[in-house]
């Protein structure tokens, strides 16, 4: 091999070798934000009350009630109007759960633009989009 292209592939292999710990560097700086990030998604808990304030709910993170509270006239109502009561607080208490994991999450996802992927230096490694995903709240691509 000539001189000059051992220094060809030597300077190849430096700007690889930058690449990569660019994109290490970058991903350490983030890791710990986002692990404090899922750690609030999963203790998560959102209320919301019916118009009338005769039925209070919470949801968790997954929009899963997890707390149902009845007043005196809630249970005054028929039984098909106090389900659809509940019904409703407990969707409008899931959305909430949607907007507020939005929040939480789109900063986070908007730095995770900003690193390559490692697929886009090597082929065969793993990607970061179904991290970018999940946090954009998009289903997971299918293996």
């Known amino acids: 091999m000539d001189r000059w292209k051992r220094e060809g592939l030597l300077s190849a292999n430096n700007g690889l070798r930058n690449q990569v ?6 991903y ?3 890791q710990g934000r ?3 990030t899922f750690r609030q998604l999963e203790g998560l808990r959102m209320r919301a009350h019916s118009p009338d304030r005769s039925v209070e709910v919470t949801v968790d993170a ?3 009630l997890t ?3 009845l007043t005196d006239s809630a249970l005054r109502k028929t039984p098909g109007e106090l389900a659809r009561t509940i019904v409703a607080a407990v969707s409008q208490a899931a959305g909430r759960v949607r907007e507020h994991q939005h929040e939480m999450t789109s900063s986070v996802a908007g730095e995770f ?3 390559g992927d490692f697929s886009d230096i090597v082929p065969e490694a793993p990607e970061l989009g179904d991290i970018r995903a ?3 709240g998009a289903e997971r ?3």
């Open 62 to 64: 997954g929009g899963v």
């Open 21 to 26: 710990e660019d994109l290490l560097d970058a």
């Open 67 to 69: 707390e149902l509270n």
């Open 141 to 143: 691509p299918a293996e």
């Open 28 to 30: 350490q700086r983030q």
């Open 113 to 115: 633009e900003e690193f």
């Open 34 to 36: 986002l692990a404090d």
């Open 134 to 136: 999940y946090l954009r």
